[in-house]
């Protein structure tokens, strides 16, 4: 890491849910406070760091607490709402040991920064006296979405179109989170985003992983309300204000990357004619929409590269890799950061969960939208409508789209169409490096948070 640009001895003990998705934003916000100077300890589920692979060295401090299925996590739950009921009994009992465990080891903790999807843990905080920082790992205005509902300003699920939300663009029912207009089949998660703000007016700190210049009207808004800081994105800083010298990549993955296999390749492809394809490392996609997928690819006569996790292998029409290995790639997990920063790539056909769609955003590639739950159709939204940097696959029955809506969005943006959003693409991607570089929006409010520890 780079010379420190602050001093002081405060602690900051840093609690992520146990996803690839949200452990990779709160490590990168740890390296941030390290790299000014404070102490930090990233927390996670014994489950989690188990089955995570170390991929580089970390001057961050990692220690575990129990989510009550310590040899498999949700696997052996065996489903969300037991994950979930267990995790919230056995989970703060075991985070006030490790405050415990740490102070009587001479590291007193200062402060917790807490996944907002673990509200419990600020009420652990406070029972030690500690500050309590929220950090939510999804956009500014997925979480005013939340807050909405949690108030009982959008009553769910919601139906009726031209829904009107402060500071953001009129939404259909279909452009909110899943979560919110199909109540029935995500009972047990619908309760956790909501309950993200049970406690929220507690917290010392509102942290979200956005930078304000994106969100700029939802963010003034939220911070009426909230003590909102903006601090993102939390991506490493080698893609973006290279102050951390050697931080480019995460450091910890659920899987191993073919990175050599995927950047030799990429190197010997032309400049922006690659579709680079990923469903991230939660999403199991459909069967059907994968051969779809295949189907689009094949006749899009474009370079590709694409990763379907191994689980998903087999959903592959028989003979694809092989039809179109003389321009495509299929890969297990690759090292997306390198893909998304080669000039190879054209354009990312994404979930467009909130991590892929920052990178995207942070390195200038241009997207074609395929979201499949969650807050990815609100990501989508922004994607087309607001920031103007994709189009979204237009889709038929059960959801899907078909292989020529594939076709024809990947073609618009490596072609002539893409132009503009690629233009569009590299705006937000040189606002994202100031907003994180020194005196940046994102780099004061995070002075401003440890300053305010330090007293």
Known sequence: ???????????????????????????????????????????????????????????????????????????????????????????????????????????????????????????????????????????????????????????????????????????????????????????????????????????DWVLCNTYYELEEEVANWMMKILPLRTIGPTIPSMYLDKRLEGDDQYGFSLFPSQSEACLKWLNSRPKGSVAYLSFGSLVDVEAEQIEELANGLKRSNCHFLWVVRASEADKLPKGFVDDTSDRGLVVSWCPQLEVLANDAVGCFVTHCGWNSTLEALSLGVPMVAMP?????????????????????????????????????CVKEIIGERGKEMKRNAIKWSSLAKKAVNEGGSSDKNIDEFIAKLGH
């Open 1 to 203: 890491m780079a010379e420190k640009e602050m001093e002081t001895s405060s602690h900051c003990l840093v609690l992520s849910y146990p996803t690839q998705g949200h452990i990779n934003p709160l490590l990168q916000f740890c390296k941030r406070l390290r790299h000014k100077g404070l102490h930090v300890t990233l927390v996670t589920a014994k489950s989690m760091l188990k089955n995570l692979h170390v991929t580089a060295a970390s001057l961050i401090s990692i220690d575990t607490i129990s989510d009550g299925y310590d040899d498999g996590g949700l696997r052996q739950a065996g489903s969300t709402d037991a994950y979930l009921d267990r995790f919230w009994r056995v989970g703060p009992a075991t985070l006030a040991q490790l405050i415990k465990k740490l102070s009587g080891a001479g590291r007193p903790v200062d402060c917790v920064v807490y996944d907002s999807f673990l509200p419990w843990a600020l009420d652990v905080a406070k029972e030690f006296g500690l500050v309590g920082a929220v950090f939510f790992t999804q956009s500014c205005t997925v979480d005013c979405i939340y807050y909405h509902v949690h108030r009982g300003l959008l009553r769910v699920p919601v139906s009726e179109s031209g829904i009107s939300i402060p500071g953001c663009p009129p939404f259909r029912p279909s452009d909110l989170p899943s979560f919110v207009y199909d109540t029935v089949s995500h009972q047990a998660v619908i309760k956790m985003v909501v309950d993200q703000f049970s406690n929220v007016e507690k917290a």
């Open 372 to 408: 499949q739950w969650s807050d990815q159709f609100t990501n989508a939204k922004y994607i087309v409508d607001v920031w103007k940097v994709g189009l979204k696959a237009p889709t038929a029955d059960k959801g899907i789209a078909r292989g020529e809506a594939v076709e024809n």
